[in-house]
Every structure is written in C-alpha cells, then in structure tokens.
T-cell receptor, first 112, second 113 residues
Framework: KNQVEQSPQSLIILEGKNCTLQ??????????LRWYKQDTGRGPVSLTI?????NTKSNGRYTATLDADTKQSSLHITASQLSDSASYIC???????????FGAGTRLTVKP | DGGITQSPKYLFRKEGQNVTLSCEQN?????MYWYRQDPGQGLRLIYY???????QKGDIAEGYSVSREKKESFPLTVTSAQKNPTAFYLC????????????FGPGTRLTVT
C-alpha cells in the first residue's frame, strides 16, 4: 500500500534556529516528491519538487534532500523566521498512474 | 492561491441538509480535484476530473457528488449520506499528466451540527 509518513508530528523552535523535517514513503514505482507549505486555514503551496535522480534541491532557506534507495526525504529550514510557522506536507507521486499520496504533515511553530 | 477560488470560506449546515461547495479556476487547467483534510491526517482525495464532463471517484467518494460542466468550475456537493461531513475541504487544479503540481484554493471549512 502506498503510504507517506512524516515526523515529527509537531515542532517548536526559536526564531533564527534551523530545523529538519522527515518524510518516509512506500509509494512505488516512484515518480516525484514534493514538499508543500500550508499556512493555517489556507491551501498548500509547493516549495520543491524532486525526481528520482535528484539528491538535493534548494528554494531560498528551504533545502530538500531525497534518498530514493531508502525512500526518505528531508526538508531543512535554515535561519527560521516567524513566517515559517505552518504545516509542511510531503506528497509522493507514483509513476504508473495518477496516484498522489499526502503525508499528514509536520506542524512547525517558530517562536520569537 | 494561484487563481483558484473557493467559496464560502466558512459554511455551517444542519445535519440532513445537502450543501454545495464552489470551486472556480482561471488557470486554464484541464484537471481539478477535491480533497478533504482532517486533523492529524493527510489530504484524502474525494473526486477528480481530468476533463470537462468527466470525473472519477477518489478514495473517499461516498456521500459526495460532483459535476464538471465547465472547464473553470468543479462544484462539490456534500450530501446527507456523508456520515462525518465536518472538515476542511480543498479544491485543486493542474495541467493534465502524472505527478504534476497541483495548485490549491484557500479551502472551505464546513461545520455540520
């Protein structure tokens, strides 16, 4: 069964600190993996997309990594800001159909 | 929110009533989707449509219905048959294709009492 697991469920950090969010998946055959940011009460917005051959991709202070062998991805946030407070959702797509699986998300709170 | 609008933002209904959630997009996307989001769970696909006048059931279609008469619009009706309708509903659209990026609307929070 295609699944996506994210950890931790929630995280609180101080402004300016770094953090790393994890995503493990069993989706197969793998097509791509996206990280979305969802502000409270809003729709998710795409941060990065990674395909099988990509190990690392950055978008400003966000850096995503992918290990297709172990089926793990991480999202690293550098020098966190208050506006980073949101849920971060990992979404994995399968290659042979339009199956997209969403993780439950990590709720990040950045405190001053 | 990328050219996708959902209305209303908040919706309250009494149990036993049908309710229709609106979703409109001006991105010229062929595909549109409806998801349900509950606390502690990932988004779950209710229905999707790859082209006008065609739609497919997702993982949790029971108690819901949709129509796709126009490319820009994909309304979702939550019927009285839906056992637990209170949730946050998200509409999305994309170009056609596998694993493409979906653009989400701002969502509608439905509360049924």
């Amino acid at each position: 069964k295609n699944q996506v697991e994210q950890s931790p469920q929630s995280l609180i950090i101080l402004e300016g600190k770094n953090c790393t969010l994890q995503c493990n998946y069993t989706v197969s055959p793998f097509s791509n993996l996206r990280w979305y940011k969802q502000d409270t009460g809003r729709g998710p917005v795409s941060l990065t997309i990674m395909t099988f051959s990509e190990n690392t991709k950055s978008n400003g202070r966000y850096t995503a990594t992918l290990d297709a062998d172990t089926k793990q991805s991480s999202l690293h946030i550098t020098a966190s800001q208050l506006s980073d407070s949101a849920s971060y959702i990992c979404v994995v797509s399968a290659e042979n159909n339009n199956d997209m699986r969403f993780g439950a998300g990590t709720r990040l709170t950045v405190k001053p | 929110d990328g050219g996708i609008t959902q209305s209303p933002k908040y919706l309250f209904r009494k149990e036993g009533q049908n309710v229709t959630l609106s979703c409109e997009q001006n991105l010229n996307h062929d595909a549109m989707y409806w998801y349900r989001q509950d606390p502690g769970q990932g988004l779950r696909l209710i229905y999707y449509s790859q082209i006008v006048n065609d739609f497919q059931k997702g993982d949790i279609a029971e108690g819901y219905s949709v129509s796709r008469e126009k490319k820009e619009s994909f309304p979702l009706t939550v019927t009285s048959a839906q056992k637990n309708p209170t949730a946050f509903y998200l509409c999305a659209s994309s170009i056609r294709g596998l694993g493409v990026e979906q653009y989400f609307g701002p969502g509608t929070r439905l509360t049924v009492t």
